[in-house]
């Protein structure tokens, strides 16, 4: 399939049959060839094609409200799965400055929940070599994942490794990656396992905090302001900071813009005893939260301006 082609006859037949679950699975494209808008959803991410990035991308607008032409689609053409993985959050924003690290972070969680997925048990002869103690066993309440020791172990450090590579890779050389990536993107475990060598993981976390009198504690329904969100929450509130720092631009919509960044980042520093904190630091940290929901891309009406104005989203209680 020739991408660019793809992008020459990208009209609004196919858009609209992606954006209707009854249309039919496959969707003519030119020269009579065929494209299923839905098969990178069955696919490890490393074997996409480019053909599946460009749906996945469709599917990442239409899931987040945003119009298909609004993203730099023809500047991920020539993409494979492979090539994601590589990238940084700085190349996906090269590619696409408004959604860049949108996009960056969809990829990056739907590539660790797959990796992680994929990750299964030692088989039963190779499980003898290297049996975990009874007592290095961690048991957590969790929400049923269950990894080897072992193979959750193999995963980081492949993960690690893959991460520090793709830190030095050129931009300009992605598009020589082949589809093998001797093992820093594949994670070939034996799905037989025995049951007494697994622990259970709660993620983020297996501790529960408690009060002096070991009872769990209570969640308020406001929180402190103790994540960067809530502290910008609690400035657009306050009369010191609010329009002078921060302010609204729609406050019904959630609509918020950075006045003065600098002063921001150095109220957070005190906030969070860090004399070194910097705007660009603090952007870096608001940009994880549009995976969260707690940030969601600006409507493009016309009606904001176009710089430091963020909107919260749909996980931005309390």
Not at 4 to 26: C, K, S, V, W, Y
Not at 58 to 66: E, G, S, Y
Not at 298 to 313: E, S
Request: charged fraction near 25%; hydrophobic fraction near 35%.
């Amino acid at each position: 399939m020739c991408l660019p082609a793809l992008f020459d006859h990208f009209g609004g037949e196919i858009l609209r049959t992606h954006m209707n679950p009854a249309a039919a699975q496959f969707k003519p494209i030119p020269n009579n060839e065929r494209v299923d808008l839905t098969r990178f959803l069955s696919k490890e991410p490393q074997e996409w094609t480019m053909g599946d990035v460009i749906a996945w991308l469709l599917h990442v607008a239409k899931r987040n409200d945003i119009p298909f032409e609004d993203l730099e689609m023809q500047k991920f053409a020539n993409c494979t799965g492979m090539i994601l993985i590589q990238m940084r959050e700085t190349d996906f924003q090269q590619r696409d400055a408004v959604y860049g690290s949108l996009l960056y972070a969809e990829f990056r969680k739907l590539f660790e929940e797959r990796s992680i997925n994929k990750c299964a048990y030692k088989s039963p002869e190779r499980a003898s070599t290297s049996r975990v103690p009874d007592d290095a066993r961690i048991s957590c309440i969790n929400n049923g994942l269950s990894v080897n020791p072992s193979a959750l172990s193999s995963l980081l450090m492949s993960d690690g490794n893959l991460m520090s590579s793709s830190s030095t890779q050129p931009l300009d050389t992605l598009s020589q990656v082949g589809t093998d990536i001797s093992g820093s993107g594949t994670f070939n475990f034996n799905s037989h396992a025995r049951s007494d060598e697994t622990f259970m993981l709660r993620p983020p976390y297996c501790k529960v905090r408690k009060n002096k009198d070991g009872r769990p504690r209570k969640h308020s329904q406001h929180t402190k302001g103790n994540k960067l969100w809530e502290f910008i929450r609690d400035a657009l509130k306050d009369p010191t900071t609010c329009p002078s720092v921060v302010r609204w631009e729609d406050p019904a919509e959630g609509v918020f813009r950075i006045v003065e960044s600098e002063k921001l980042a150095q109220l957070w520093g005190e906030r969070k005893n860090n004399q070194k904190m910097t705007y660009e630091k603090l952007s870096r940290a608001m940009r994880t939260y549009y995976e969260k929901r707690i940030l969601v891309p600006v409507p493009k009406t016309g009606l904001y301006p176009k710089k430091l104005v963020y909107k919260f989203g749909p996980s931005a209680l309390g």
